[in-house]
């Protein structure tokens, strides 16, 4: 395989919603199924996320086990105008033992060097895709190729877990579901995969199931 093994992490409410309308995420889920995220980024290579959730959760997405992992996972951003903040808590916290890599994925002129954020240890990548290759997809083999990222855990947001599953680079899926409701003015834990019939839907075949406390974690593998 010439991109790593992709694991889609999901923590939502039980009508698939990752925040409010507001945007307020923290917590849906409990500590117990927190903690079993911790464990995923610790099995992983790299933890990817959207620009998007990076600056509406400002996370660290370090894992926070005891004791602590001598080397973090890569953690990456798809950040196709390079809008990572230098006083990001990822911009902060990115030094050699905790790497962090910006991906701007595009057809557009790489990234100006003065941009603030070269002022931090932040790894700033510009990827082009082949044509007809799929942003997500360009920037995996880019990880693999360059990084040696062999497996890669996907937290989110929601417009980069739908488009890893519309360029088919999801193998597994981990979702945890936490017994609350916010309705469809919340924020989806997917964007549209542009489904107009059922028969063209992505096939899921669940492996495990089992109760955190108040939450349910659920994973699936890839059908078909």
């Not at 100006?112 to 942003?135: C, Q, W, Y």
């Amino acid at each position: 395989m010439d991109r790593p093994r992709v694991t889609l992490k999901l923590a939502t409410s039980l009508d698939g919603r990752i925040a409010t309308a507001s945007g307020h995420s923290k917590w849906i889920t409990g500590e117990a199924a927190r903690r079993e995220v911790h464990l995923m980024r610790a099995s992983v290579d790299a933890v990817m996320i959207g620009i998007g959730a990076a600056i509406a959760d400002d996370p660290e997405l370090t894992v926070r086990t005891e004791p602590p992992p001598e080397q973090q996972p890569l953690r990456v951003i798809m950040d196709h105008k390079v809008r990572l903040a230098p006083t990001s808590r990822l911009a902060l916290s990115a030094d050699r033992r905790a790497a962090v890599l910006v991906m701007s994925v595009g057809e557009w002129p790489a990234p100006d060097p003065s941009l603030p954020l070269s002022e931090t240890n932040v790894t700033i990548a510009m990827v082009r895709p082949k044509p007809g290759e799929g942003e997500v997809l360009a920037a995996l083999r880019a990880l693999k190729r360059d990084h040696g990222v062999a497996t890669l855990l996907l937290e989110g947001g929601g417009i980069l877990a739908g488009a890893a599953i519309r360029e088919n680079v999801v193998d597994r899926i981990e979702w945890f579901r936490a017994p609350i409701l916010i309705g469809d003015d919340g924020r989806p834990a997917l964007a549209g995969l542009h489904v107009q019939w059922l028969e063209q839907a992505p096939k899921w075949r669940r492996v495990a199931l089992r109760e955190l406390g108040p939450d349910v974690w659920e994973s699936y593998e890839r059908a078909g």
